[in-house]
C-alpha cells in the first residue's frame, strides 16, 4: 500500500487517544445513563479501509490504547477486536460499496457485534454471569451514527492527505 | 402688495388689517397643530429606537447577569462541598490524600473511576478510597499520576464488612446497582434497615466506615446462606472528589 502510511497510522491512534478520553471523561460530564462507543467507529474503519496485515498491526496496538481507559483485561479485548475485525471481513468480502452509507452500517453492526463478543468471552474468562445489556448497546449504536459521519469525513481527508487511496468496489484485492 | 405695506409703515398706530390676520392666525393655528402632531409622531418613533436599543443593551446584560449567577452558584456549591471534604478530613486519624475524578471506565458495565493521584503521590495499588459518609472503593491500578479505582458497586469488588448493630460478618460484592452482602449464615441476626460497615479486617478500610444499609433479605428454604441486598450510599453519579487512604488507623471516627 502506497502513501505514509507511518503518519497516516499515527494520526489515526492519536485520535483513538482523544476519542476513548472524550468518552471517558468529557462524555459523562453531559450524560451518564447513555453513552457512545466512539472507539467503535475508528475500529471499524481500520478494519474496512485498510489491507490486513496493516489493520492487524493498528488493531493490536489500538487494544493497548483501549487497554489503558478500562479494567477489561487486555488479553480479552484483543481477542474480542480481532475477531470483529476477522467477521467484518468476510462481511466487506461479500458486500460492500463505496460511500458513508456502508460505513455508518458497518459501525451499527460493530458496536452490536462488540457487545455481544465482550460479555461472551467475559462469561466463559471469568465464569461470571453476562453483563450484557441489549438496550444500552443498541443506544450505543445509534449514538455512534453521528459520530461515525465526522470520524468519516475525518479520515477520509487524512487519508487524501496521507495518498492512501480508498478501496473500490471490486474488493480488497487491489491492496497486494 | 407694496402699497399696503408703504400704508402700514407709515402710521405706527395702524391697526392691522382684519381679515388677513385672522386667517394668517388660523393657518397659523392648523400648521402648529400639524407640526405638534408630527412633532409627536416623530419623537413616538424615535423614542421606540431609543426604547429597542435600550431593550437590547439590557437584555444582553441579563444575560451576562445570569451567566456570572450561575458561575457563582457553582462556585458556592464547589466550596460547600470542600468544606465538607476538609471537615471530614480533620475529623479522620487515617492520613487521608484528596483526589479528584478524571474520567470513568470506557465501558458502562465495569464500575471504575480515574483519580489524579498515583504513584509519586504515596498511591499503591488497594489502597481504599472513600468520601464523606461512605466508602467508594479501592485502588486496582496505578499509575505514576494517576490511578483506577474499582467501585463497591462493580461485581468483581468485595470488601470485608460487618452488621452494625449484631456484629454479624459478611463480604460486600458489588452488583451493578445494588451490592449483595454474602456468606452469612441463615440463623445469623439481620434485618432491613441495618447498617453495614466496614470491617477493618482486610487492613485496607478504616473500621465502621458506612458502606450501605440492608434493602431485603431472601432467606432460601434448606439453604444454608441467606441473600442479602444491600443499597450502597455511594452515588457514583455524582462524585466528584474523594480520598484516598494512605495510613490506615483501625478506627476511623475520633
Redo the contacts between chains.
Keep these: 500500500m502506497k502513501g505514509n502510511i507511518l503518519t497516516n497510522a499515527f494520526i489515526t491512534l492519536l485520535f483513538l487517544i482523544l476519542c476513548c478520553a472524550f468518552q471517558t471523561t468529557l462524555w459523562p460530564a453531559i450524560t451518564t445513563n447513555i453513552q457512545p462507543h466512539i472507539w467503535v467507529c475508528v475500529l471499524t474503519y481500520l478494519s474496512l479501509y485498510r489491507s490486513p496485515n496493516v489493520a492487524l498491526v493498528l488493531l493490536c496496538l489500538a487494544a493497548l490504547i483501549l487497554k489503558s481507559f478500562t479494567l477489561f483485561p487486555g488479553s480479552y479485548l484483543l481477542l474480542a477486536i480481532v475477531f470483529s475485525h476477522f467477521i467484518l471481513k468476510q462481511i466487506k468480502d461479500r458486500t460492500f460499496w463505496k460511500g458513508i452509507s456502508y460505513y455508518i452500517l458497518c459501525t451499527v453492526f460493530a458496536t452490536l457485534l462488540f457487545g455481544v463478543l465482550l460479555s461472551a468471552i467475559e462469561a466463559v474468562g471469568f465464569g461470571n454471569s453476562l453483563s450484557f445489556s441489549p438496550m444500552n448497546w443498541l443506544i450505543s449504536a445509534l449514538l455512534n451514527i453521528p459520530f461515525s459521519i465526522i470520524i468519516y469525513r475525518l479520515f477520509i481527508t487524512i487519508d487524501k492527505i496521507t495518498s492512501i487511496p480508498l478501496p473500490a468496489e471490486t474488493g480488497y484485492n487491489q491492496y497486494v | 402688495m407694496f402699497m399696503i405695506y408703504f400704508s402700514l409703515e407709515k402710521g405706527q398706530n395702524q391697526k392691522p388689517i382684519p381679515g388677513v390676520s385672522s386667517s394668517g392666525g388660523l393657518i397659523q393655528k392648523s400648521y402648529h397643530y400639524l407640526s405638534s402632531g408630527v412633532r409627536g409622531s416623530t419623537g413616538k418613533y424615535l423614542n421606540l429606537i431609543r426604547i429597542k436599543t435600550e431593550n437590547e443593551q439590557l437584555v444582553n446584560e441579563n444575560l451576562f447577569i445570569r451567566a456570572q449567577l450561575g458561575e457563582l452558584t457553582e462556585l458556592k456549591k464547589e466550596n460547600e462541598r470542600l468544606s465538607d471534604l476538609l471537615q471530614f478530613k480533620s475529623k479522620n486519624k487515617s492520613q487521608l490524600l484528596a483526589a479528584k475524578v478524571?474520567?470513568?471506565?470506557?465501558?458502562?458495565?465495569?464500575h471504575?473511576i480515574?483519580l489524579n493521584r498515583g504513584k509519586k503521590d504515596g498511591v499503591k495499588d488497594y489502597m481504599a478510597v472513600i468520601t464523606t459518609g461512605t466508602v467508594v472503593g479501592y485502588t486496582?491500578?496505578t499509575h505514576k499520576t494517576t490511578s483506577?479505582v474499582?467501585l463497591l458497586t462493580?461485581?468483581?469488588a468485595s470488601i470485608d464488612t460487618i452488621i452494625q448493630r449484631s456484629r454479624v460478618r459478611g463480604l460486600i460484592e458489588g452488583a451493578?446497582s445494588h451490592a449483595l452482602l454474602k456468606y452469612l449464615k441463615v440463623d445469623d441476626d439481620v434485618q432491613v434497615g441495618d447498617l453495614i460497615v466496614t470491617s477493618g479486617l482486610q487492613n485496607i478500610f478504616p473500621k465502621g466506615f458506612p458502606i450501605g444499609e440492608v434493602t431485603e433479605i431472601d432467606k432460601i428454604p434448606y439453604q444454608p446462606s441467606q441473600n442479602i441486598k444491600v443499597k450502597p450510599f455511594l452515588n457514583a453519579?455524582t462524585l466528584e472528589e474523594a480520598f484516598i487512604v494512605i495510613t490506615n488507623n483501625k478506627d476511623s471516627q475520633q
Excluded at chain 2, 102 to 110: R, S, V, W
Design positions: 478524571i474520567g470513568q471506565d470506557l465501558f458502562k458495565e465495569h471504575m480515574s486496582i491500578e483506577k474499582l462493580d461485581k468483581y451493578q453519579s
